[in-house]
């Protein structure tokens, strides 16, 4: 049986390398998850960088305020 595109768009998702820049836990620095390759192209520009940081700002501030989801941005326009 065909998979679904939902499905298949899972599939794709869950074979991605995702990491935050440092490569240690979300919970004990605060920042961001994203797929291993965006986060290598963001960190090989300055505006990827300042982008980089502003998101993780961003997920540091929703943490402490108890929230679990962030609305950093990065991922905004993406297809899922």
Do not use: C, F
């Amino acid at each position: 049986m065909a998979k679904a595109k939902s499905q298949k768009s899972l599939d794709k998702w869950t074979k991605q390398k995702w990491t935050t820049a440092s490569g240690k836990k979300s919970s004990e620095t605060g920042e961001v998850y994203a797929p291993k390759k965006t986060i290598t192209k963001l960190k090989s520009t300055a505006e990827g960088r300042k982008k980089l940081a502003a998101a993780n700002r961003k997920k540091r501030t929703a943490t402490k305020q108890g929230k679990q989801h962030a609305k950093h941005g990065l991922h905004k326009g993406k297809k899922r």
